[in-house]
T-cell receptor, first 116, second 114 residues
Framework: ELKVEQNPLFLSMQEGKNYTIYCNYS?????LYWYRQDPGKSLESLFV?????AVKQEGRLMASLDTKARLSTLHITAAVHDLSATYFC????????????????FGQGTRLTINP | DTGVSQNPRHKITKRGQNVTFRCDPI?????LYWYRQTLGQGPEFLTY????????KSRLLSDRFSAERPKGSFSTLEIQRTEQGDSAMYLC????????????FGPGTRLTVL
């Protein structure tokens, strides 16, 4: 059974600091998704990583994918309070070019709190 | 608003009652997914449709659960004889089958079973 594990599960940090969230998964997958969720809200798509070595950046967030290591990272640079949220990575293990994506398997989430 | 919409947003029911949720996907999307999320956990896949065909169901979807997508547009998720363990956020997502296949999520329906 596919497992998607995020580390850490809880992270409290100060504004202005840098940190990295790790996402490990247990089966082959060439694509990985990062989502953000605010309390009581739905999921907002942040990044779609479609191949080994993919790197995407948006503002203070940068995501990368290493399919050989089955590892994705979400790096936060000079954190600000507005980035406080829960971040989920998700893997699409059954994707095929013919069928397209089937379903997402999510990690437990990393609850990020950024203090002034 | 052209995003995914879900109704109702909140539902409180008594154990043993039936409930039905509705999801309206982004209009040009041909795939629709249902997920369930409990407190402190990531969403778990329940089922998905391509157009009106239900292509996969999770083992989490017991016989009390049924989903439909008539005419390949909106979808409904019905839970019969609700149990307290059914209390969760039910999320709907839609996507266009293609290279990216990014899934866009609706606001969810929060179900509380008393």
């Amino acid at each position: 059974e596919l497992k998607v594990e995020q580390n850490p599960l809880f992270l409290s940090m100060q504004e202005g600091k840098n940190y990295t969230i790790y996402c490990n998964y247990s089966t082959t997958s060439d694509r990985l998704y990062w989502y953000r969720q605010d309390p009581g809200k739905s999921l907002e798509s942040l990044f779609v990583l479609l191949s080994n070595g993919a790197v995407k950046q948006e503002g203070r967030l940068m995501a990368s994918l290493d399919t050989k290591a089955r590892l994705s990272t979400l790096h936060i640079t000079a954190a600000v309070h507005d980035l406080s949220a829960t971040y989920f990575c998700a893997v699409d293990p059954e994707y095929t070019l013919l069928q397209g994506a089937q379903k997402l398997v999510f990690g437990q989430g990393t609850r990020l709190t950024i203090n002034p | 608003d052209t995003g995914v919409s879900q109704n109702p947003r909140h539902k409180i029911t008594k154990r043993g009652q039936n409930v039905t949720f509705r999801c309206d996907p982004i209009s040009e999307h041909n795939r629709l997914y249902w997920y369930r999320q409990t407190l402190g956990q990531g969403p778990e896949f329940l089922t998905y449709f391509q157009n009106e065909a239900q292509l996969e169901k999770s083992r989490l979807l017991s016989d009390r659960f049924s989903a439909e997508r008539p005419k390949g547009s909106f979808s409904t998720l019905e839970i019969q004889r609700t149990e307290q363990g059914d209390s969760a956020m039910y999320l709907c997502a839609s996507s266009w089958r293609g290279l990216n296949n990014e899934q866009f999520f609706g606001p969810g329906t929060r179900l509380t079973v008393l």
